[in-house]
């Protein structure tokens, strides 16, 4: 609508000079319909404008090279859309805001209203609509990160182990943190490493960083000279960040070297990992003591684990040690508090069950009972070749070291939850597979999760989907006590493409 103010006001009433109707008096001496039709205020404004927007990441252009960020319909779109109107600023901008169109038609429309001095000093208002149209336009970024053979900075993540859990537990860190989110693209390197390309160093510093802070690993740096312009002295260079986590995993035996005992001091040479965070945790099964080996701690005197194929054994006896001298001893000492029992445990092999029982002593007294499958390391038949091992008196040498408690395998078929992967270009990763690290080791990592509250910290759990929900929610639960994740734990994954399918 347009509307004139007069300047300064009259008594009585006047004749409009055109076409005779009684009007206010104001300067120009015309009414609103012939003031309209004489005048346009908005005659000088852009009425088609023109939006570059980047079809993978959503950001807005402003010229002549910024790439901003802006919801639908926010302030800070409606600003953008303003800077963008030529012929605005001779005007008095008074209001503004958009107008809804279909999300689909690529259009933006904004009503302004505006205020310009005509005729005789008379101020005049009016409200017109300018139209956006957005169009496809590939950021600087995004176009780098579509050329897959270019990056700045390379972070490359390497755990040489048969079995890298704690390859799979940083990957899940990452993706819950979104420390890669300003990668370039990464590639999967066999079984034991990935790869993040990065187009800035900050960034991939950044991840490396992160990585270190969270897993028992070394870090090494290195630059490769691309170019060297010799009259602006400039150099152009990539990076490269290697991080090597330690090649021990949760539920390794290890065979510590005496230095190393002496110096933790509460637990013996054969201990079992529990658990992997920026350091080892350790676990006597002899005596329930537990210790903590940081990452500098490890580099600086390396051990490997006993790496052999794990038994199955079947429990026919298990007698917890419950004397209370013994827990206080072994409290005193750094027990495992309540997470550990010592236990007298008589097992058979499930491969040869007509063998003799064989003893050994447990840190898994409040797990196991008889008749339960547990799964360790048979010394007795293992092939091995280990420095610190050869070096003992077969005295000292335990016949069997036990791991974990083994559930049904029928509970993986039961599952109601997954997680997500790192997406990747090249490689289609699914649960199955692993992405080239072994559905076997994967499974394993899933199963941990189940058994360790503290291990799941850390990870983001996904409701699985309606229909595979309800196929599980048919299958019969187990009957030997196997570990659930309750549905307090999941959380519910956004997929646009099935709420379409639901809604059709």
């Given at each position: 609508?347009?509307?004139a103010?007069a300047t300064?006001?009259a008594?009585?009433?006047?004749?409009?000079?055109e076409?005779?109707t009684?009007?206010?008096p104001?300067p120009?001496a015309l009414?609103?319909?012939?003031?309209r039709?004489r005048v346009d205020?908005?005659?000088g404004?852009?009425r088609q404008?023109v939006?570059?927007?980047?079809p993978?990441c959503?950001?807005?252009?402003?010229p002549?090279?910024?790439?901003?960020?802006?919801?639908?319909?926010s302030?800070?779109?409606?600003?953008?859309?303003l800077?963008?109107?030529?012929?605005?600023?001779?005007?008095?901008?008074?209001?503004?805001?958009?107008v809804?169109?279909e999300?689909?038609?690529?259009?933006?429309r904004v009503?302004v209203?505006?205020?310009?001095?005509v005729l005789?000093g008379?101020?005049?208002?009016?409200?017109?609509?300018?139209e956006f149209?957005?169009q496809?336009h590939?950021?600087?970024?995004c176009?780098r990160?579509?050329?897959?053979d270019?990056?700045?900075?390379?972070?490359?993540?390497r755990?040489h182990s048969?079995?890298p859990?704690?390859?799979?537990?940083?990957?899940?860190l990452v993706?819950k943190h979104q420390?890669?989110r300003?990668?370039?693209g990464?590639k999967?390197c066999?079984a034991?490493?990935?790869?993040?390309?990065?187009?800035q160093?900050?960034?991939?510093k950044?991840?490396?960083?992160?990585l270190?802070?969270?897993?028992?690993?070394r870090c090494?740096?290195?630059?490769?000279?691309?170019?060297?312009?010799?009259?602006?002295?400039?150099?152009?260079y990539?990076?490269?960040?290697?991080?090597?986590?330690?090649?021990?995993?949760?539920?390794?035996?290890v065979?510590l070297?005496?230095?190393?005992?002496?110096k933790?001091?509460?637990v013996?040479?054969?201990?079992?990992?529990?658990?992997?965070?920026?350091?080892?945790?350790?676990?006597?099964p002899?005596t329930?003591?537990?210790?903590?080996v940081?990452?500098?701690?490890f580099w600086?005197?390396?051990f490997?684990a006993l790496?052999?194929?794990?038994?199955?054994?079947?429990?026919?006896?298990?007698e917890?040690?419950?004397h209370q001298q013994?827990?206080q001893?072994?409290?005193?000492?750094?027990?495992g508090?309540?997470?550990?029992?010592?236990?007298?445990?008589?097992?058979l092999?499930?491969?040869?069950?007509?063998?003799?029982?064989?003893?050994?002593?447990?840190?898994?007294?409040?797990l196991?009972?008889c008749?339960?499958?547990?799964?360790?390391?048979?010394?007795?038949r293992a092939n091995l070749?280990?420095?610190?091992l050869?070096?003992?008196?077969d005295?000292?040498?335990p016949?069997?070291?036990l791991?974990?408690?083994v559930?049904?395998?029928?509970?993986?078929?039961q599952?109601?939850?997954?997680l997500?992967r790192?997406?990747?270009?090249?490689?289609?990763?699914?649960?199955?597979?692993?992405g080239?690290?072994?559905?076997?080791?994967?499974q394993?990592?899933?199963?941990?999760?189940?058994?360790?509250?503290e291990?799941?910290r850390?990870?983001?759990?996904?409701?699985?989907r309606?229909?595979?929900?309800?196929?599980?929610a048919?299958v019969s639960?187990g009957d030997?006590?196997?570990p659930?994740?309750g549905?307090?734990?999941m959380?519910d994954?956004?997929?646009?493409d099935?709420?379409?399918?639901?809604?059709?």
């Open positions: 609508a347009l509307v103010m300064a006001s008594p009585g009433q006047m004749q409009c000079c076409c005779g009684l009007i206010d104001n120009t009414c609103l319909p012939c003031l039709n205020i908005t005659e404004l852009q404008c939006l570059s927007v980047c993978k959503a950001r807005i252009l402003q002549p090279n910024h790439w901003v960020t802006a919801e639908p319909e302030k800070e779109l409606l600003a953008l859309c800077k963008r109107i030529r012929g605005l600023n001779k005007v008095r901008l008074v209001d503004a805001g958009f809804w169109t999300p689909h038609s690529r259009r933006l009503r209203t505006v205020q310009a001095e005789n008379a101020i005049a208002e009016q409200t017109c609509e300018i149209t957005l496809s590939q950021c600087d970024h176009n990160s579509a050329a897959r270019y990056w700045r900075a390379l972070v490359q993540l755990q048969p079995h859990k704690t390859l799979l537990y940083l990957e899940q993706l420390a890669h300003d990668c370039t990464v999967r066999g034991n490493g990935l790869d993040f390309f990065f187009a160093r900050q960034d991939a950044r991840l490396a960083d992160f270190a802070a969270h897993s028992p690993s090494q740096t290195s630059e490769t000279l691309v170019s060297h312009d010799t009259h602006s002295n400039v150099f152009n990539k990076y490269t960040f290697c991080i090597e986590v330690a090649p021990i995993c949760k539920d390794d035996v065979c070297p005496p230095p190393v005992a002496r933790l001091s509460s013996g040479q054969f201990c079992v990992v529990y658990r992997v965070t920026d350091r080892l945790h350790l676990v006597d002899r329930c003591r537990t210790a903590e940081t990452g500098k701690q600086q005197a390396p490997q790496q052999a194929k794990l038994s199955d054994f079947t429990v026919t006896n298990c917890p040690i419950e013994h827990q001893q072994h409290a005193a000492a750094g027990g508090g309540s997470r550990f029992l010592s236990a007298d445990v008589w097992l092999t499930d491969a040869d069950l007509s063998s003799d029982e064989v003893h050994c002593r447990s840190h898994l007294g409040r196991l009972s008749g339960d499958t547990a799964r360790g390391l048979d010394l007795r070749n280990h420095a610190e050869d070096r003992l008196v005295s000292k040498v016949d069997v070291v791991v974990k408690k559930y049904a395998s029928s509970r993986r078929s599952r109601r939850w997954r997500r790192l997406e990747e270009a090249d490689v289609d990763v699914d649960d199955d597979d692993s080239g690290q072994g559905g076997a080791a994967y394993e990592f899933l199963d941990d999760l189940e058994e360790d509250k291990l799941r850390g990870v983001n759990i996904y409701k699985e309606l229909a595979a929900a309800a196929a599980s048919a639960a030997d006590g196997a659930e994740i549905l307090d734990e959380l994954e956004l997929n646009l099935a709420d379409d399918a639901a809604m059709e």
